[in-house]
């Protein structure tokens, strides 16, 4: 069972548009979610991220927006662009001394941006 | 001179073959993962080393090994490669009281078994 779920798996957007991909998350223990974006033959590498205490981040065009009591979050990209192409995970994180940073991915959505 | 690398980054075998991929990491880093990708599946942990003498099973650690060279090499062995085994497979490391909670990941070894 998948304790983060992730959706869409794909998506097309035209340039200047707007990129949005859902998680939700089993787990009321988790305090830490992350986003990474990983782009054809390279790891992922973390985006951004945000902790429940607040509903939204914003870094640059990407924003996370966080609803705690309905165990979701998503990302949006803002005026998106080609070069925004790849694949986005979500993640979640029980943080703590023996939680041991374990990342709990979603399945992934792999997002085009077409000129 | 990435931070984390891998080898082989590709690699095709057969059945039954023993198989090792190598991680090595220059970013000084404590913390060890191996995930493998699967398309629709995210990111799945196999096993990871808080430090060398530590080595823990993940969630899909069946059909796996690891061992931990040193403070910079993570090593994944397949005893006897499966074609389901066929997939994506990464290293990635951490340092909780420098970083936080980011990994950083290894370009990936393609691994196919026909």
């Known amino acids: 069972q998948q304790q983060v779920k992730q959706s869409p798996q794909s998506l097309i957007v035209q340039k200047g548009g707007i990129s949005i991909i859902n998680c939700a998350y089993e787990n009321t223990a988790f305090d830490y979610f992350p986003w990474y974006q990983q782009f054809p033959g390279k790891g992922p590498a973390l985006l951004i991220a945000i902790r429940p205490d607040v509903s939204e981040k914003k870094e640059g065009r990407f924003t996370i927006s966080f609803n705690k009591s309905a165990k979701q979050f998503s990302l949006h990209i803002m005026d998106s662009q080609p070069g925004d192409s790849a694949t986005y995970f979500c993640?979640?994180?029980?943080?703590?001394?023996?939680?041991?940073?374990?990342?709990?991915f979603g399945g992934g959505t792999r997002l085009m941006v077409k000129p | 001179d990435a931070d984390v690398t891998q080898t082989p980054r590709n690699r095709i075998t057969k059945t039954g073959k023993r198989i090792m991929l190598e991680c090595s990491q220059t970013k000084g880093h404590d913390r060890m993962y191996w995930y493998r990708q699967d398309p629709g599946l995210g990111l799945q942990l196999i096993y990871y080393?808080?430090?060398?003498?530590?080595?823990n099973k993940g969630e899909i650690s069946d059909g796996y090994s690891v061992s931990r060279q040193a403070q910079a090499k993570f090593s994944l062995s397949l005893e006897s490669a499966i074609p389901n085994q066929t997939a994506l497979y990464f290293c990635?490391?951490?340092?909780?009281?420098?970083?936080?909670?980011?990994?950083?990941f290894g370009p990936g070894t393609r691994l196919t078994v026909l």
């Open positions: 080393s808080f430090d060398v003498k530590d080595i």
């Open positions: 993640a979640a994180v029980q943080e703590g001394p023996w939680a041991g940073n374990m990342l709990t």
């Open positions: 990635a490391t951490s340092d909780p009281s420098g970083t936080g909670n980011e990994q950083f």
